[in-house]
Antibody
Framework: EVQLAQSGAEVKKPGESLKISCQVSGYTFTNYWIGWVRQMPGKGLEWVGIIFPSDSDTRYGPSFQGHVTISVDKSINTAYLHWSSLRASDTAMYYC??????????????WGEGTLVTVSS | DIEMTQSPSSLSASVGDRVTITCRASRDITTYVNWYQQKPGRAPKLLIYAASSLQSGVPSRFGGSGSGTDFTLTITGLQPEDVATYYCQQTDITPRTFGPGTKVDLK
């Protein structure tokens, strides 16, 4: 069974750094892209970016480029989303999800439960 | 970027009703559209991929259609457990943008 286990909720201050994680099991980690999706309180889904664990090829959404970093540790089947300097506007639920491709069409077919990040002074 | 729009933004329907949600892309994306269901406090769940393919385990009352710029998600016979917000997503190019969502509740 495919599972994505996300790290727990975080409360941080503006300017602090943070790395949240997504550990996968039930499939070969290096064969599928992993993505991150943001959901701000009461709002819709926003595509943050994706990474291919095999070679760390990474793509970012324009609103997130330069503000977050997506990485992986293949030795422990884990993907990360990292901020070096948080802003209050980063307050949101962050989901990781596996991207599964069929005939070139690549939905997110399995999702983690989400990590709530709260940034407040 | 490709912009995705959805209509309506919300709707109320009765159990057993046929519900239709529309998604429009800002340019031709052939059938590179997926649909997700998100219940309150839960992670999204994939319902439909490639515009019309039903994800394994999803009830057959959910269906998708369309190509090019206009797509439709249909629930044939709404059930109480279908109360949720529904999102379309294009996966033609990155960033793989989502629509703003359609909230479905019971009348």
């Amino acid at each position: 069974e495919v599972q994505l286990a996300q790290s727990g909720a975080e409360v941080k201050k503006p300017g602090e750094s943070l790395k949240i994680s997504c550990q996968v099991s039930g499939y070969t980690f290096t064969n599928y892209w992993i993505g991150w999706v943001r959901q701000m309180p009461g709002k819709g889904l926003e595509w943050v970016g994706i990474i291919f664990p095999s070679d760390s090829d990474t793509r970012y959404g324009p609103s997130f480029q330069g503000h977050v970093t997506i990485s992986v540790d293949k030795s422990i089947n884990t993907a990360y989303l990292h901020w070096s300097s948080l802003r209050a506007s980063d307050t949101a639920m962050y989901y990781c999800a596996r991207q599964f491709c069929v005939a070139g069409i690549c939905p997110f077919d399995s999702w983690g439960e989400g990590t709530l990040v709260t940034v407040s002074s | 970027d490709i912009e995705m729009t959805q209509s309506p933004s919300s709707l109320s329907a009765s159990v057993g009703d046929r519900v239709t949600i529309t998604c429009r892309a800002s340019r031709d994306i052939t059938t590179y559209v997926n649909w997700y269901q998100q219940k309150p406090g839960r992670a999204p769940k994939l319902l439909i991929y490639a515009a019309s393919s039903l994800q394994s385990g999803v009830p057959s009352r959910f269906g998708g259609s369309g190509s090019g710029t206009d797509f439709t998600l249909t629930i044939t016979g709404l059930q109480p457990e279908d109360v949720a917000t529904y999102y379309c997503q294009q996966t033609d190019i990155t960033p793989r943008t989502f629509g703003p969502g359609t909230k479905v509740d019971l009348k």
